[in-house]
């Protein structure tokens, strides 16, 4: 392929200014130990309009993970073939992002797409699923204990809603009350508003007098999560909330300590065996890709959204 041949892509023109726009840019070269793929399907996520290296050159393509097809092999790339239907990612990547015809991904951190999976399904893997993953790992909760998960419903949530169920954990989750039932199907036992006045004693009331673990994802969310852990207890906050401790709680911001590849394709083939129930709230088209990025950034998106090329 042509460097200088071009494609469609979301990009950012400059640092300052925050808008995302659809233009016509290089296709990415790759190096010895990336890829080529022609993207079949990407995630969409809050922060894409935010992740941009710096210092970076513009215009860049925004987005951090997707699903494709390998175009174009760099010479050191093992194990991988043209051809080849991948789940990868691209956070950060100074050649740019997955908001784009083709985007280029180191081949170490590629992931083989089942037959079973659609594009769509494999593009909405990586990033919620890995840091579902990181959090379960951070919880270090078992059968028999009380987690609450602070914004639940949306991508993150609903799979650590499944992951800790599926381990005996007792789960209680917050979201608006139209989202109860929904957590409540992929295996919350309590659901509270968190709205409600009074939700930190219901969940206290719940787990007879605290839960083991609060996990939350929401930003904001971590002061009051704080309040429905018991005296010893832990709090992980996924957005970065700084939370003062108390009652001697282990408060932590969830980090990426751990290579996650190998979890992440159990977590894939869990998804093809329907032990995981990978929930899309939408599928959009390239051309409506700004509307499914407005749609998350609302922080009401149920499961995940998806741009489909
Ligand atoms: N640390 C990392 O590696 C990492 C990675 C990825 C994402 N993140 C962070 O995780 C967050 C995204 O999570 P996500 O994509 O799973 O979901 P999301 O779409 O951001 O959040 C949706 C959930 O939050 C609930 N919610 C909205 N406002 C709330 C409030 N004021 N209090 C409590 N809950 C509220 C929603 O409930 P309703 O819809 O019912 O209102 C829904 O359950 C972002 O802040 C992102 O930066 C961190």
Redesign the pocket.
Known sequence: MNQMEKMKAYVRINDIKQDVELANVPIPDIMADQVLIKVKAFGV???DRYFIPNPIDYPYVIGSEGAGVIKKLGESVIGFEIGDRVIFTTVLQPQGGSWAEYAVSKYTSLIRMPDEMTFAQGSAVP??G??AI?SMRELNLNKGDHLFI?????????LVIQLAASKGIHVSA???R??HKYMESLGADKSID?KDTDWINKIKTWSKGGVDAALA?????GIHSLKVVKEGGKLIT???DNVMTERNIEVKQ?G?EEETRHKIIQMVSDIVEGKINLIIEDEYPFDDALKALEK?ET????GKSVVIL
Do not use: F
């Not at 922080?299 to 149920?302: C, K, T």
């Open positions: 996520g809050i922060h990033i919620a890995k840091t990181e602070a914004g639940a419903s949306g991508a993150i949530g609903s917050s979201a608006s139209g989202n968190y994802i929401q930003p904001g969310t996924v957005s970065g969830m990426h998350t922080r009401h998106a149920r």
